[in-house]
Nanobody
């Protein structure tokens, strides 16, 4: 059984920072790539950042230069460091593991940025 648990969300003022974590169990973590997605009410889910098993990263244009994705395979955990947060970053953030023909999703964590 694969389980992904996101944490670190909360309420922050515009310009502030948060660090999200996604802890995985039940898989060989290093064999998978990981993506962070977000979804605001009434909007489509969008890809924010991704990291491959080799550590290569890609970012959506809207967060490039502000967000950083990283992973610690020894801890089976992926992180999303979010700096200079804006109200438009408000959403539920989800982590997604992909590879070996499978896709796994966490339950999401709420991020709210006030103006």
């Amino acid at each position: 059984q694969v389980q992904l648990v996101e944490s670190g969300g909360g309420l922050v003022q515009a310009g502030g920072s948060l660090r999200l974590s996604c802890a995985a169990s039940g898989i060989i973590f290093s064999a998978y790539g990981v993506g962070w997605y977000r979804q605001a009410p009434g909007k489509q889910r969008e890809l924010v950042a991704l990291i491959g098993g080799d550590g290569n990263t890609k970012y959506a244009d809207s967060v490039k230069g502000r967000f950083t994705i990283s992973r610690d395979n020894a801890k089976n955990t992926v992180y999303l460091q979010m700096n200079t947060l804006k109200p438009e970053d408000t959403a539920v953030y989800y982590c997604n593991l992909f590879g070996r023909g499978y896709n796994y999703w966490g339950q999401g964590t709420q991020v709210t940025v006030s103006s």
